[in-house]
């Protein structure tokens, strides 16, 4: 029998962890959340550039964790309905893409992790179901810089009240 790559063995391992999650209650839904195999596909395929990196989809696969305890309300974070319709000329099956998205972002450490949940319309009936998940790293606060003419006003100023 031939021996497994490491990429092939964490894969393999990602994606026994997410066929077992099956479904997760959502508090903040107030429904569940389906596991299936639409999200499975998305995490190694992006629907317009094909498969995604293997570095990447060894970071999302590895998000999963986290993404069921966020969903499950265990990690506190914000939540945002959207909808979104997406033109029929992105999609393979030329069937449109719309539907309800839900972003949910939490703050774990110095990165935001964001688990995307989906709604929308498919053969057996409409139901919320996992899409994505990813982390993106924390932006440092930028140093805003004063316009020279405020500088200017505020020194003229400050001058001013010392002179009194």
Not at 50 to 57: D, F, L, S, V
Not at 102 to 126: C, L, M, Q
Request: positive net charge.
């Amino acid at each position: 029998m031939q021996k497994m790559s490491p990429y092939s063995e964490k894969l393999f391992e990602g994606q026994e962890y997410y066929r077992q999650i099956e479904y997760v209650e959502s508090p903040e839904l107030k429904d569940r959340v389906y596991f299936d195999d639409y999200g499975l596909i998305h995490l190694s395929h992006d629907s317009r550039l094909g498969e995604r990196a293997e570095k990447e989809q060894l970071e999302r696969l590895e998000l999963l964790h986290e993404a069921k305890e966020i969903l499950q309300g265990k990690i506190p974070s914000q939540c945002e309905k959207q909808y979104r319709d997406i033109p029929v000329i992105l999609q393979r099956r030329g069937n449109g893409s719309k539907g309800n998205y839900w972003i949910f972002k939490a703050y774990i450490n110095n990165h935001r992790t964001t688990v995307v949940v989906r709604e929308g319309p498919r053969k057996d009936g409409s139901c919320k179901y996992f899409w994505s998940v990813f982390q993106s790293p924390l932006s440092k606060p930028k140093k805003r810089a004063i316009a020279p003419w405020l500088t200017q006003k505020i020194r003229r100023r400050t001058a001013l009240a010392y002179a009194r």
